[in-house]
Structures are given as structure tokens and as C-alpha cells.
């Protein structure tokens, strides 16, 4: 079921007292977690005054509500809380079949791809009405071509329904991760060093790709908050 949710907008930057602790919540599956969240929780810490909560599971995704109901999850770790930021990245298992009201819905179809536009809607609402603001990264190039299209087609979901809304940031991982032209690569040269980013199975980010994706969350984050 799919239920409207209000959302408040949010101004372009927040103030912060420099004494208020910043609280931030970083969720997703094993691409938040896999090289890039150690990395991430590492660099907001490290900042003054930030409290910084973590729930991720692995193989899990918004299609699949009868295995893992991240909607719900959503509610429990958000529950009489207010976060200034929640930071998501999800959605590598979400590229799969799914059998809704009785229904086998095949990846890719209309009908799938209108249910998981809808669901990736409810999602980011609700992230809305959660925090002050949000950030959705979207899934970096993939070794295999075709799971690639998929991630693809994916994160440009994510990126349009993160946009409808005011304290919304969608953060593309292609620049950051891809080549010159935007494809896999596993290795990437920065500060004058070759750095292995990804993950020998063409999926999950090395600490290096890790590290990589931080700095552009963590220059974000000093351009929507100040003290």
C-alpha cells in the first residue's frame, strides 16, 4: 500500500549552534556498508559535535517488503527522533521480480518499473518528514553490463523522486567512481596515486572507492550545515 506523506520544506543551508550535537542517520544494504560506510561514519565523527546512527542490511532492498520492510524499519529508527541528515544507499537488490496483490511483476516492465517509482516516492517522503535533510547516492558503474543498465535505470529513479522534494539531494557515485566517460573502472587515479576502488566482484566499493565517495558526501554536508 502506498499512503501520501506531508513534507515540509527545508531552507538550502541550516545554522547550527556550534554546542547542539548534529544528529545523523546513515542506512542501506551492503553498498552503504561495504568500504564506503566505515569510511563515511569515520569523517562525520571526526567533525565536531556529531552523533551519528547506523542500520544497514545486506541483500535487502525496497522491492521486498515480505523479506525486509525497510518502511517499516524507517518508522522504528526514526520513531519521536528528528535527524538533521539521513544519508541512503540502497538499492543493489532491488533489480528482481516481485509479486504484488497476487500478481508475478516482471523487472523492468511498466507496471514494475510504475510500483517501484511509487515505492522509492513513499521512501524519500517519508526521509523527508524525517530529517532536516537528506542525501540519496545513487549506485556507482558496475563490472556487468546488463546488472549496470539495471543500477542505472535505478539510481535515475532515485535522482528524480530525491529532486520533487526541497530537502532532497541526490549524489551521483558515476563521476566520482567511473571513468571520463562514466564507465567501470577499477582503478582510479587521484592524488597522483592509482587507486583500486572497486571490489574484485564489480560491485561493492574498495576502502580507497570508499574514501572517494566520502569526500563528496562530506563536501556537501559543510555546504547544508554550519556553525
Known amino acids: ?32 556498508k561495504v568500504g564506503f560506510g566505515d569510511n563515511l561514519q569515520k569523517a562525520l565523527k571526526d567533525i565536531k559535535n556529531i552523533e551519528v546512527t547506523y542500520f544497514g542490511k ?44 497476487g500478481k ?10 510504475d510500483l517501484y517509482r511509487k515505492k522509492v516516492n513513499l521512501f524519500a517522503r517519508m526521509v523527508s518528514n524525517y530529517s532536516q535533510k537528506f542525501y540519496w547516492i545513487g549506485m556507482p558503474p558496475m563490472l556487468s553490463k546488463s546488472f549496470d543498465g539495471r543500477m542505472r535505470t535505478l539510481s535515475k529513479i532515485f535522482e528524480e523522486e530525491t529532486g520533487k522534494l526541497s530537502n532532497g539531494k541526490f549524489i551521483s557515485a558515476i563521476n566520482i567512481l567511473g571513468d ?5 573502472t577499477a582503478y582510479i587515479k587521484s592524488g597522483g596515486k592509482q587507486l583500486l576502488v572497486r571490489a574484485n566482484d564489480g560491485i561493492h566499493l574498495t576502502n580507497s572507492g570508499g574514501e572517494l565517495l566520502t569526500q563528496a558526501v562530506i563536501e556537501k554536508f559543510k555546504v547544508d550545515f554550519k556553525r
Open 1 to 32: 500500500k502506498i499512503d501520501s506523506v506531508s513534507v515540509i520544506p527545508a531552507p538550502d543551508s541550516v545554522t547550527i549552534d556550534e554546542n547542539t550535537v548534529l544528529q545523523v542517520l546513515r542506512i542501506g544494504d551492503s553498498m552503504m
Open 58 to 101: 545486506s541483500a535487502t532492498g525496497l522491492v521486498r517488503q515480505d523479506y525486509f520492510d525497510w518502511f517499516q524499519q524507517l518508522d522504528k529508527l526514526c520513531k519521536g527522533k528528528k535527524f538533521n541528515l539521513i544519508v541512503i544507499m540502497i538499492g543493489a537488490n532491488d533489480a528482481q521480480g516481485v509479486r504484488q496483490d
Open 104 to 113: 508475478d511483476i516482471q523487472y523492468g516492465s511498466e507496471p514494475w518499473l
Open 180 to 184: 571520463d566517460k562514466g564507465n567501470y
